[in-house]
């Protein structure tokens, strides 16, 4: 099982910062350090970095580690921008970068700076298009269509190295696993039961198989926390306070995370989680921390690191 650190800046944090923990990560051997490209936490202001252009930095202040956005969204930018942004990465960073690619969805961030939110509907039309001309691009230019978007270039430059990838993120249960499959070198979710991953899982596979490509050759991850105690007595007490928060008993809140695979107890009780995942055919496991990045404690983060590996 592959493990990345996943931070969303747009909770606040500097550039600087950024680095420390992506050169962190990079330190204990981590395989994937992936951010959140948004302007606005939800219906906050605060020291929000561009996705983008800090990995631009990462890319020549890391050397070994993946680096992943999760997800970039296609209403901030013209797919061609996203397409030369990401072959201009993945050149600097030695072929390390995977460009995620997304429908967008936060209608806050949208209405704050004057960025167009079409219907969802339109968006998912515009990824299926932005994702053509992207691979197209990608692979060295020629001629693209589409209602939306269109591409008259044969000769497109620099191409992508083999390590170049497109990450397809999201929740839906049709839409998403068939692009994924279409165009992904990694199909990413939130954690979720077994059987809403299973039927997920299929969609991919049909798309994929159908789309000429090996469904093997996807590499699928999931993203959530990981809820690691030094003692059962510290567990126990986080599952009465967490649960609350969902009217949930600790014994339902426990239940809901052993349901889909969250990581949580102490260091072997949390590690079992990781096998189940694995079981399930999940290859990389994002543990995600909604927190500005100054309050992300690298002694926990270590702590939960090594539980899981």
Known sequence: MELGLFVEPQCGGSYDRLLELA???ESVGLDA???????????????ATDALVSFAGLARETSTIRLVSLVSPITFRHPAVMAKSATTIDEMSGGRFTIGVGTGWMET??????????PLAERFDRLGEALKVMTTMFSGGGQFDGKHYSLNSDTVAPTASKGLQIVIG??????????AGRYAHEYNSFVTDRRSFDARRQVLRSAATEAGRDPNDILISFSGPALVYESESEHAAALIKRGARRDMTADQ????L???????GPPERAHRAIDQMASWGIDRYYVQEFLPLDDV?????????????
Not at 35 to 47: G, K, P, V, W
Not at 253 to 256: D, Q
Not at 301 to 309: C, E, G, H, K
């Open 33 to 47: 350090f992936a951010r959140s490209d948004h302007y606005l936490n939800r219906e906050e202001s605060a020291h």
């Open 23 to 25: 050169r962190w990560a």
């Open 170 to 179: 999201g929740s839906g249960a049709r839409k998403t696993p068939t692009l």
């Open 297 to 309: 404690d690298l002694n926990r983060m270590d702590r939960t690191f090594n539980a899981l590996s």
């Open 253 to 256: 809140y426990s239940a809901f």
């Open 109 to 118: 961030e949208h209405t704050a700076f004057g960025i167009d939110l079409p």
């Open 258 to 264: 052993d349901e889909r695979c969250v990581p949580h």
